[in-house]
T-cell receptor
Framework: EPEVTQTPSHQVTQMGQEVILRCVPISNHLYFYWYRQILGQKVEFLVSFYNNEISEKSEIFDDQFSVERPDGSNFTLKIRSTKLEDSAMYFC?????????????FGPGTRLLVL | AQTVTQSQPEMSVQEAETVTLSCTYDTSESDYYLFWYKQPPSRQMILVIRQEAYKQQNATENRFSVNFQKAAKSFSLKISDSQLGDAAMYFCAYRKGAGNTPLVFGKGTRLSVIA
């Protein structure tokens, strides 16, 4: 069964460093999302992406964040200058179509720790 | 803004017994979808069940079923014949019907299954 993959599974970085989290969505999916989950808290939406453009972003997704689909398979989340509060689990998700009826399939997540 | 509330931070159930996890939501939309996601210790988010708001019939998926009360804006998950593998964090989520909209999650309920 096709699945969303994410790399790395864990990343430790120093405050102020740039990190890039990578995701490979399911191959025929066109809509991509990033969510994050701070330890012990609920999953929060960051950004959605379609046709090489951001569709929607939350207040969390400030100028320190960017997303890109550099080729036909990868979807990346970049944090330019990490802060301690960026420590969280980051989930990538994808769906085949837009619309509420579409299931978003989640990857296994990248656990980011900022020291 | 839409909100999802899960009032039970933790629940426990004996193996083979039935447990119900509660979820309420608030929205002014008429077209929306509701989901239950499971997050085991591996942290991957797995879709358990989905309900379309326009359907009166409650969704079922093997041992999992929902009690969808649209007027009350309630969406509870019933797990029958609980198994040890059901132990996980369960998140209720809402998604607006139209467009490429994000999931809005509740804070989750941690379910323990006692052998």
């Amino acid at each position: 069964e096709p699945e969303v993959t994410q790399t790395p599974s864990h990343q430790v970085t120093q405050m102020g460093q740039e990190v890039i989290l990578r995701c490979v969505p399911i191959s025929n999916h066109l809509y991509f999302y990033w969510y994050r989950q701070i330890l012990g808290q609920k999953v929060e939406f960051l950004v959605s992406f379609y046709n090489n453009e951001i569709s929607e972003k939350s207040e969390i997704f400030d100028d320190q964040f960017s997303v890109e689909r550099p080729d036909g398979s990868n979807f990346t989340l970049k944090i330019r200058s990490t802060k301690l509060e960026d420590s969280a689990m980051y989930f990538c998700a994808s769906s085949e179509q837009s619309g509420g009826q579409e299931t978003q399939y989640f990857g296994p997540g990248t656990r980011l720790l900022v020291l | 803004a839409q909100t999802v509330t899960q009032s039970q931070p933790e629940m426990s159930v004996q193996e083979a017994e039935t447990v119900t996890l509660s979820c309420t939501y608030d929205t002014s939309e008429s077209d929306y979808y509701l989901f239950w996601y499971k997050q085991p210790p591996s942290r991957q988010m797995i879709l358990v069940i989905r309900q379309e708001a326009y359907k009166q019939q409650n969704a079922t998926e093997n041992r999992f079923s929902v009690n969808f009360q649209k007027a009350a804006k309630s969406f509870s998950l019933k797990i029958s014949d609980s198994q040890l593998g059901d132990a996980a964090m369960y998140f209720c989520a809402y998604r607006k019907g139209a467009g490429n909209t994000p999931l809005v999650f509740g804070k989750g309920t941690r379910l323990s299954v006692i052998a």
